[in-house]
């Protein structure tokens, strides 16, 4: 049976082509249509609302296989509808790691049987993500991946790094890396300022991040690459980032609620529920990650979804997981701390979680005939309902993710998700 739905009188905000007034918009079958093919269509009145285009979120982690007591695909992708997204890219770090196409189909048969959004597969970049092998990036992007990565880790072998992105320039793949040096980085569990030394904690270096952030641009110069930089966290990456970019190497990056509303202050207040990696930094960090966001030096937002139990993380600093979750408060943040707050107008917060992420993902798109991040008609990506006004508290207890690791319980947010169509 034919889904067709008219979204009437919404204020229609698409920063693909600029457009931000009151229009109809319809869909039919998940696809963009002009309202007046589908005349029978059942009309939902969306006065006062925002209609965007479906969110994009280019980096969760959804723990099936293999940890399904943290998450699993249908509640991380019922957490992903709640928060707005209508597609997420699912990091490889299931156990075991998606790094063969065989594994890669097994994941989309789960998908194609419990997601309640569209999931896009990430392959990893070593055998195991464990650094040492590198995989076919060409047999993963045949299985569908539309981007590779090792994410919660990097090859810590420049060489082997260098051959996995010729291997995926050649591919046509960007490659996805978290940027950390585990020689700087280890035995560190939080960013290595005054907290840390107030709590009598191993701290992790600014440097651990933008050393392996400096090697990469200069592989992606070298090898033609796209590479796309994970969770940035440090203002000295982002300097970086934006002085590449002006020499035209071929970066996009991302920046996270956490990274760009939260300080190490956190830490006191939070514990491990602002135990993250990278860890959360300095205001001065904070303000550059800001600045990069208004200025295009980060492309997107992305929430960097990593659900943990109430166990885990209550096993103290040195033991705990790092990481939160954020799928189902990314956009009542963003919308509070952006653009209420005046730092950002709504069509380039827009733009952060549509345009932004969708190229990161267009050449694969177009190749399986998909056009995301857009309400142009044709446009497969779905919408985004939004509702600016409202004030409410962010509950975990009403999350829809399994776990409910995060620092923002109770905090006072204006503006939400309406819906998914
Ligand atoms: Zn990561």
Redesign the pocket.
């Given at each position: 049976m034919e889904q067709m739905v008219i979204l009437t009188g919404g204020r229609v905000v698409d920063p693909s082509v600029g457009v931000d007034e009151i229009r109809d918009i319809g869909i039919c079958n998940g696809r963009i249509v002009p309202p007046e093919t589908i005349p029978d269509a059942k009309r939902e009145d969306m006065s006062g609302k925002v209609i965007a285009p479906g969110f994009i979120d280019v980096h969760v982690h959804l723990r099936e296989p293999g940890q399904t007591h943290k998450e699993d695909i249908a509640t991380g992708t019922a957490a992903a509808a709640a928060g707005g997204f209508t597609t997420v890219v699912a990091m490889p770090n299931t156990v075991p790691a998606m790094d063969t196409a065989e594994r890669v189909m097994e994941f989309m048969e789960l998908v194609a049987k419990k997601a309640n959004v569209r999931v896009l597969p990430a392959g990893a970049i070593t055998m195991g993500r464990q650094g040492e092998i590198a995989t076919n990036i060409r047999e993963l992007v045949q299985a569908g991946c539309p981007v590779v990565s090792d994410?919660?880790s990097t090859p810590q072998r420049h060489g082997l790094m260098r051959s996995i992105m010729q291997a995926a320039a050649e591919a046509g793949v960007p490659v996805v890396d978290?940027c950390e040096d585990v020689s700087l980085s280890k035995p560190g569990v939080l960013h290595d300022g005054e907290v840390a030394k107030k709590l009598g904690l191993p701290g992790q270096p600014r440097s651990a991040e933008e050393v392996i952030v400096a090697r990469d641009l200069i592989l992606a110069k070298e090898t033609g690459c796209h590479i796309h930089l994970?969770?940035l966290s440090s203002a000295g990456s982002i300097e970086m980032i934006r002085r590449a970019k002006h020499d035209g190497v071929k970066v996009t990056a991302e920046a996270t609620p956490h990274h760009l509303f939260l300080t190490d202050e956190a830490c006191l207040k939070f514990g491990t529920n602002a135990k993250m990696?990278p860890p959360l930094r300095e205001e001065c960090d904070r303000q550059a990650l800001i600045e990069a966001l208004k200025d295009g030096t980060i492309d997107m937002i992305a929430t960097?979804h990593a659900p943990h139990t109430e166990e885990e993380k209550s096993q103290g600093w040195e033991k705990a997981p790092f990481g939160i979750v954020g799928l189902e408060s990314a956009v009542p943040l963003c919308l509070t701390h952006l653009y209420h707050a005046g730092l950002l107008d709504l069509n380039r917060l827009v733009a952060l979680f549509t345009t932004g992420p969708a190229r990161l993902l267009d050449s694969f798109c177009s190749k399986i005939g998909q056009s995301l991040g857009n309400l142009a008609v044709g446009s497969t990506g779905g919408v985004t309902v939004l509702d600016l006004e409202t004030v409410h508290a962010i509950d975990s207890r009403s999350f829809k993710s399994k776990s409910r690791n995060c620092p923002y319980d109770g905090m006072r947010c204006k503006g939400q998700v309406v819906g998914i169509y």
């Open positions: 994410d919660g978290h994970q969770h990696a960097d």
